[in-house]
């Protein structure tokens, strides 16, 4: 069974910069959307940005958008979330996401960030 392993979480300060990969397995065919989502204490789980790889289109919500960026390599099966200037709003479990002909989540990384 294929499964997404996520790393690059950890402890940061605001202000500070943390990237997140995530790679599969196994390979996965047919891959259209890549995606990063994070549940924060006491809240359901959000979209934080996510990239349609058929016509390179990119989504970022509000909260993240001019300091996350998302990047991914549909053949290598591999996505990465740079995250800058981070705030303590941004702690939460993060979660990769691929949608291909089924949908595909990782385990979730933590991030936590102080003040």
């Known amino acids: 069974q294929v499964q997404l392993l996520e790393s690059g979480g950890g402890l940061a300060h605001a202000g500070e910069s943390l990237r997140l990969s995530c790679a599969t397995t196994?390979?996965?065919?047919?891959?259209?959307?890549m995606g990063w989502y994070r549940q924060s204490p006491g809240k359901q789980r959000e979209v934080v940005a996510t990239?349609?790889?058929?016509?390179?289109?990119?989504y970022y919500s509000d909260s993240v958008k001019g300091r996350f960026t998302i990047s991914g390599d549909r053949a290598k099966n591999t996505m990465h979330l740079q995250m800058d200037n981070l705030k303590p709003e941004d702690t939460g479990t993060y979660y990769c996401?691929?949608?291909?002909?089924?949908?595909?989540w990782g385990q979730g990384t933590q991030v936590t960030v102080s003040s």
């Open positions: 996401h691929l949608r291909a002909y089924n949908n595909y």
């Open positions: 196994s390979t996965i065919y047919g891959i259209t959307i």
């Open positions: 990239l349609g790889l058929g016509g390179s289109s990119s």
